[in-house]
């Protein structure tokens, strides 16, 4: 849960750093003190990767802390299909799940049972599914 509020407040702090730097852009291009004509481009290309940092990052974990809190997690079940270049995201299904990777180590083929949170799929707990079958033997 540290690693989580943790990758959630860097996260934040790089989307008001983009603020910081597009609002920068404004004010001189506002006062007229851009030397150079490029930069008039910059406030645009700024705001979109800033737009894409907050609706890709900040927003679905905003609304995850609420579940976070509460450890209210969606279940799933699938076998992993690949894992993230960094280790710290897995593909089960169509769907990427994205978790702490100083915690759990998955491999490829891997059967998991996988606690998320529903909006930025952070997965809280990563355990084994194993088949009734063979445990019987």
Do not use: W
């Not at 769907?95 to 606690?115: S, V």
């Not at 529903?118 to 809280?124: D, G, K, L, M, T």
């Amino acid at each position: 849960m540290v690693y989580y509020f943790l990758n959630f407040a860097v996260h934040s702090l790089i989307s008001l750093f983009l603020l910081f730097i597009m609002l920068h852009y404004v004010s001189v291009l506002r006062a007229h003190k851009a030397k150079r004509g490029f930069v008039f481009i910059f406030p645009v290309i700024i705001t979109l990767v800033f737009l894409f940092q907050v609706t890709s990052s900040v927003i679905p974990r905003a609304l995850d802390c609420i579940y976070i809190l509460k450890s209210e997690y969606t279940v799933s079940v699938g076998t992993v299909q690949s894992v993230g270049y960094l280790n710290h995201s897995i593909v089960v299904g169509d769907e990427t799940y994205y978790f702490n990777p100083f915690a759990f180590k998955p491999q490829k083929g891997d059967e998991l049972i996988i606690k998320y949170t529903p909006n930025s799929r952070y997965a809280i707990d990563l355990e084994p599914a194993f088949d009734d079958q063979t445990e019987s033997d």
